[in-house]
């Protein structure tokens, strides 16, 4: 315990010593208004980036996975090619007879 607070003492010190200059003070808000500005601009680009996401995904089923629905797009075309040679293969017996 008492080495944390002789640590925070010391950081406390260091940085009272450091923002005791005016040109470390405005450095410092230039730096930290700088910082902020990134980080806004990283999070309007993230809220963009998933707002064109969305409105990619097909809107039918409210996937946003555009692979599940290619693959439930082959797969009604396997189910209906399926049935087609069955139907055909039915058609032909009869025909046979």
């Known amino acids: 315990m008492g080495m944390k607070r002789y640590a925070l ?3 406390g010190a260091a940085g009272y ?3 005791k200059n005016k040109d470390n003070r405005e450095k410092a808000t230039v730096a930290f208004n700088d910082t902020k500005e990134k ?3 990283l999070i309007d680009q993230a809220k963009q980036s998933m707002n064109d996401q969305e409105s ?3 809107k039918a089923t409210g996937s946003y996975d555009l692979e599940d629905e290619k693959m439930k797009e082959e797969g009604a075309q396997t189910a209906v090619h399926y049935f087609n040679e069955k139907q055909e293969e039915s058609s032909n017996k009869t025909n046979q007879l």
């Open 9 to 11: 003492l010391g950081l």
């Open 56 to 58: 990619q995904a097909p």
């Open 17 to 19: 010593a450091y923002f």
């Open 39 to 41: 980080i806004n601009q």
